[in-house]
């Protein structure tokens, strides 16, 4: 969703019939500015990425964010507590990895 909003996100709901999904992107970094409960209802998201850096001035990500999107069956990954992120889709499936540098472990699976 990059930079959307909610106003973004209620555009979206008022003109277009939207799909369950697979993965979103969360908006702004997961602040209160993007991931509306209604968007997020509609949208029933399987897992959910955000990118935020450790200890960001802005406090980011919003933890009522992230509760929204596990009250709707989220799995929710964020690049603070899991560094980066790497998704491997293929027809039928996908796995999250997580890539942190200096752990014993580079790259652990963490989706099955």
Request: charged letters at 25%; aromatic letters at 8%.
């Amino acid at each position: 969703m990059g930079d959307a909003t909610v106003n973004n996100e209620q555009k979206l709901i008022n003109n277009y019939q939207l799909p369950k999904i697979d993965i979103l992107k969360v908006g702004y970094h997961g602040s209160r500015a993007s991931s509306s409960k209604e968007f997020i209802k509609i949208i029933k998201p399987t897992i959910s990425l955000i990118s935020s850096g450790k200890n960001n001035k802005y406090r980011l990500h919003n933890y009522d964010v992230i509760d929204r999107l596990k009250t709707y069956g989220s799995k929710v990954f964020d690049t603070q507590n899991n560094g980066e992120l790497k998704i491997n889709l293929n027809e039928n499936s996908f796995k999250v990895y997580r890539y942190i540098l200096n752990q014993e472990t580079l790259a652990r699976e963490v989706t099955q």
